[in-house]
């Protein structure tokens, strides 16, 4: 999803009414920060450690390889269970899936509905491989094929299971709901674009076709995240929640997977170590927060989500091990700083080689994962779409309804258990914490949250593939002025920063494809064929496979030799040194005596 296709950050191309509300009513994280790519985006939120110490950081898990998030890493609803946590997950998993032991219920979550490749179609719920032309079905619930899903479409599936995981929670207990949406990736590349008809007719103002349809996709997104934080609302499950949005990383504008998202004004796309395919959209929502209603510009890694979220939940973070992410919640609860002063945005030595790091506001980047494409700035501003932003539709969404109705109890509880001291003032400082938005405050924050590049500058070329390139983030977050030249005492600062990193690694873990995975050979699915494959050998070196396959022959030949005899033989003859014929034709005659004996 791209950094412009949220209202929140400024764009009036797309509106966003529901995930704005929740924006705006928490805290924007402006300086938000993920992997590139998918697979390792998702291992780092669930792992706390960046891709280079899992082996996650070249590419993403292709859908016939035999690999996944290794095993031998704690994820964070493993940690949360500690705590009497219900762990669910819907949605998109991309974590591996050649063996059970690489799915989401065998990983810590309690449940599963969604699909274990990186896309499918939002309809049929194919997946059609990326790089080799097998096609199957992917559609599960825990490890069970869910055929029932075919015709509906997805976001609206995953919708509906996370608002009936949310009625029937037990309340007394904790909940983790990790809900990774398909929306806005696209399907497969025979029909890539998918959106209900009446709502891409919502977008005529919107001249490419595919970005319409896009538009359409993110839309039906936003409808999902009301209907998520109505459902919390109505089970008074907001009084004590901590509710994200984020996304994975930038949108590819164009090339493999494109869906027509817009970074802008941001460089690169997704699988770039530009900022366009790194700093993430993120918001964050709770009635816990002091301060809310903000912008925070501090740094902030994906990582940082598995020791902040356990921290809130009261464990011990230092249980957690060794691990890259950084306890945010202190800062997040008081609006202190941020304790992040650095991190690694990733190191990929495959292929085409890159690396890039940020340490306060510089950024250092070497190298290209896409080589000389993909380096520049791309999408559409939006600017143009002949659409006013609406602070009312944002406060009449779903989610805008369900938290400004969560508010104004506050307010009036506070003022009731005040007014019940006999000495009590209540004072507009005493409901402050749950000051509802306005207008203004809603503007203010749009206009805080909204990046501009810098007008009438000197641009300064990087050229990645032939010299590091260094940048000041703070005042030009749209990376046009490379300072590497004018500034080498920090390059050599952070190449020692970089090395340091790199003397970290460990390999990576991909492995080729295996021709085994083609759904064709398992009832056309996407299922964990080294499993299945297994089971098949087992079978066939088991005490029952030679005695079975021993009786199907048997009957083979009986039946071939039935159907080679002319049948003339059966009308007029009965040989009795036939063994074969007289046993079968006896048993017949018996029984058929027997039939008369007893009419009689």
């Known amino acids: 999803m791209g950094w412009n296709d949220v209202g929140f950050h400024g764009s009036d191309q797309i509106p966003t009414p529901n995930i704005d509300a929740l924006a705006y009513n928490g805290i924007i994280l402006n300086q938000h920060y993920t992997p590139a790519l998918c697979s390792p985006s998702r291992s780092a939120l669930l792992t706390g450690k960046y891709p280079i110490h899992t082996g996650m950081q070249h590419l993403v898990i292709l859908e016939d390889e035999p690999w996944g998030l290794g095993l031998e890493e704690k994820l964070l609803p493993e940690v949360l269970a500690r705590k009497g946590y219900r762990n669910h997950a819907i949605g998109k998993w991309h974590l591996g899936f050649f063996r059970k032991e690489y799915t989401p219920t065998y990983r810590g979550f309690h449940s ?25 079905y992917d559609m599960r619930r825990g490890l069970d094929v869910d055929w029932s899903a075919v015709g509906h479409y ?6 509906r299971e996370a608002v009936k995981l949310i009625r029937e929670h037990d309340t007394r207990q904790p909940m983790f709901l990790y809900m990774a949406h398909l929306a806005p990736h696209t399907a497969n590349v025979r029909d890539p674009f998918q959106a209900p008809d009446s709502l891409v007719a919502k977008f005529a103002h919107i001249a490419d076709p595919e970005r319409r ?11 999902s995240v009301g209907e998520v934080v109505a459902a919390l609302r109505a089970r008074s499950m907001l009084d004590n929640s901590v509710v994200i949005f984020m996304s994975d990383n930038g949108a590819p504008t164009h090339g493999i997977h494109s869906n027509r998202g817009s970074n802008y004004p941001l460089r690169g796309i997704k699988n770039s170590g530009w900022e366009g395919g790194v700093r993430g959209i993120a918001a964050v929502w709770s009635p816990l927060f002091k ?53 690694v945005y990733n190191i990929d030595d495959i292929d085409n080689p890159y690396a890039a790091i940020r340490s306060g506001d510089w950024k250092y980047i070497v190298g290209s994962a896409t080589g000389e494409r993909n380096n ?19 406060m009449m969404s779903k989610a805008g309804a369900a938290i400004s109705a969560f508010l104004i109890k506050q307010q009036i509880q506070e003022k009731i258990r005040r007014a019940a001291s006999p000495n009590s003032v209540v004072e507009e400082k005493d409901i402050r914490d749950w000051r509802l938005l306005n207008e203004t405050t809603m503007l203010t924050l ?14 300064v070329e990087c050229r990645p593939l032939v010299a590091p390139c260094l940048f000041n983030l703070r005042d030009d977050p749209c990376e046009r ?44 699915t996407w299922s964990c064929w080294h499993d299945e494959m297994e089971r098949r050998d087992d079978f066939l070196h088991s005490d029952y496979f030679v005695p079975l396959v021993a009786a199907v022959v048997l009957v083979a030949v009986v039946l071939a030799m039935l159907l080679l005899t002319p049948r003339h033989f059966f009308e007029n003859q009965i040989v009795p040194d036939s063994p074969k014929t007289i046993s079968v034709f006896t048993l017949e005659h018996a029984t058929e005596n027997e039939k008369r004996k007893g009419k009689q």
């Open 481 to 524: 002025v490379n300072l590497a030249a004018s500034n080498p005492t920090v390059v050599a600062d952070m190449e020692q920063l970089l090395s340091k990193y790199r003397s970290t690694i460990v390999p990576a873990k991909n492995v080729p494809g295996e021709e085994s995975a083609n759904p064709i050979y398992w009832n056309n």
């Open 291 to 343: 301060q809310k209603q903000t912008v925070s510009n501090q740094l902030m890694y994906i990582t940082d989500w598995m020791p902040t979220l356990c921290s809130a939940a009261g464990l011990d973070v230092k249980d957690l091990g060794e691990i890259d992410g950084i306890d945010m919640w202190e800062a997040l609860v008081n609006g202190g700083a941020s304790p992040r002063k650095e991190f």
């Open 213 to 223: 349809v896009y538009a359409a996709m993110v839309s039906k997104l936003d409808e």
């Open 112 to 136: 599963h509905f969604g699909y274990w490749q990186g896309f499918q179609d939002y309809y049929n719920h194919s997946v059609s491989a990326t790089m080799v032309p097998y096609d199957g």
């Open 154 to 159: 997805s976001t609206d599936l995953f919708t």
């Open 446 to 459: 749009r206009q805080q949250a909204e990046l501009s590049c810098q007008q009438n500058v000197t641009e």
């Open 376 to 394: 520049e700035w791309y999408g559409e501003s939006g600017s143009d779409a002949g659409i006013v932003f609406s602070p009312q539709s944002v």
